[in-house]
């Protein structure tokens, strides 16, 4: 079970620790904030998409044992299966879980797996959201993959955020461009997606990705022609977003 921590709230130890490591680079952040006790315990949680087997990498080689939480929503591209596969093994990641909804709650929100043609929002809440939530009741914090470079909603990302005044989500990469990422993956031979060749640098579930064309945002083929932009798992100021952030949601 999450731990009480005698040093206040959430948001006053996310302050501490933005102070703490504002200078420090990701290989730092990661490996100290995984002993921190203002942190306590923390999981990785991993689409094991385009950009994933970074972070993937840097905790397998810093602390292998931690829990690593892979959503299946059983609409991925069977690519990313295999792909999630062969990176468990060959990075010899210790304690990687697979998190799915359970069936009788899809069977009742989405039993004739239509519902992400109509309203993508519950269906990511059903397959994503709620597994995930479920998930994390024991951990204190949880490992993120996500980039400022990524724009949108990403934009403003820290190396620590609080999650509704609950938990700690841990940012290494947030600072990093994808010139950083492709030097990182070159550097330590490390196998890629096999979609980003295709033209996804952005990968999710199968109905909802498509290529994107050069020029254009990294996530925007994820729910194209929508104002959908996130999936509900990130939360901004202790509201999930999903579309693009405005002044209101952001205050």
């Not at 709230?9 to 420090?24: G, I, K």
């Not at 044992?65 to 929503?73: A, M, R, S």
């Not at 992400?116 to 994390?136: G, H, I, M, S, Y």
């Amino acid at each position: 079970m999450p731990r009480d921590f005698p040093s206040g709230s959430v948001a006053d130890r996310v302050s501490a620790l933005n102070s703490r490591y504002r200078h420090h680079g990701a290989t730092a952040v990661l490996e100290h904030a995984l002993k921190d006790a203002d942190l306590g315990r923390v999981a990785l949680v991993s689409s094991f998409g385009a950009e994933s087997v970074v972070l993937l990498h840097l905790v397998s080689v810093i602390a292998p044992e931690t829990p690593v939480l892979f959503i299946d929503t059983r609409m991925l591209f069977r690519e990313t299966l295999d792909y999630q596969r062969q990176l468990a093994d060959t990075l010899n990641l210790c304690d990687v879980r697979t998190i799915r909804a359970t069936q009788p709650r899809v069977n009742f929100e989405d039993p004739d797996g239509t519902l992400n043609q109509f309203n993508t929002d519950a269906c990511c809440a059903v397959r994503k959201v709620e597994p995930l939530e479920r998930a994390l009741k024991t951990f204190d914090g949880w490992i993120t993959g996500r980039k400022r470079y990524q724009g949108n909603t990403r934009a403003e990302v820290e190396f620590f955020e609080s999650e509704e005044d609950r938990r700690i989500k841990v940012n290494p990469l947030a600072h990093w461009g994808r010139e950083d990422l492709e030097e990182y993956i070159a550097n330590n031979n490390l196998p890629r997606h096999p979609l980003v060749a295709k033209g996804y640098p952005s990968i999710g579930c199968e109905p909802c990705t498509s290529p994107v064309a050069e020029g254009e945002d990294p996530r925007a083929g994820r729910w194209r022609g929508s104002q959908k932009t996130e999936c509900g798992i990130h939360f901004i100021n202790g509201k999930a977003v999903r579309g693009p952030v405005t002044q209101e949601s952001a205050a």
